[in-house]
């Protein structure tokens, strides 16, 4: 049984900060690709930031380039976003979710096999 679970979400001011984790369980996944994802009401699910395994690389949406950073702790089978400079339009409920092919676009929505539940993130002006 597989399972991911976001934590770390809340209310915090423009510009600031806050370290959302995901944890995931039922198969190790230190060889697979793990992203974040968010979805603002009345808004289409959008790609945020990407890990590979192995030797990993990261990838970005431009809209948080320079201020979120991911990262991970495979002895720990866990994903983290470190999310500095927030804004008020990063206010959306965040996604954790694994990709188990290295072929497939890390930056589609459709390229991963499992989702948390999420987890909000509110930044007030």
């Known amino acids: 049984q597989v399972q991911l679970v976001e934590s770390g979400g809340g209310l915090v001011q423009a510009g600031g900060s806050l370290r959302l984790s995901c944890a995931a369980s039922?198969?190790?996944?230190?060889?697979?690709?793990m992203g974040w994802f968010r979805q603002a009401p009345g808004k289409e699910r959008e790609f945020v930031a990407a890990i590979t395994g192995g030797t990993p690389s990261t990838y970005y949406a431009d809209s948080v380039k320079g201020r979120f950073t991911i990262s991970r702790d495979n002895a720990k089978n866990t994903v983290y976003l470190q999310m500095n400079s927030l804004k008020p339009g990063d206010t959306a409920i965040y996604y954790c979710?694994?990709?188990?092919?290295?072929?497939?676009?890390?930056?589609?929505?459709?390229?991963?096999?499992?989702w948390g539940q999420g987890t909000q993130v509110t930044v007030s002006s």
């Open positions: 979710a694994v990709n188990l092919a290295d072929w497939r676009s890390a930056r589609t929505i459709y390229a991963y096999d499992y």
């Open positions: 039922g198969r190790t996944f230190s060889s697979d690709t």
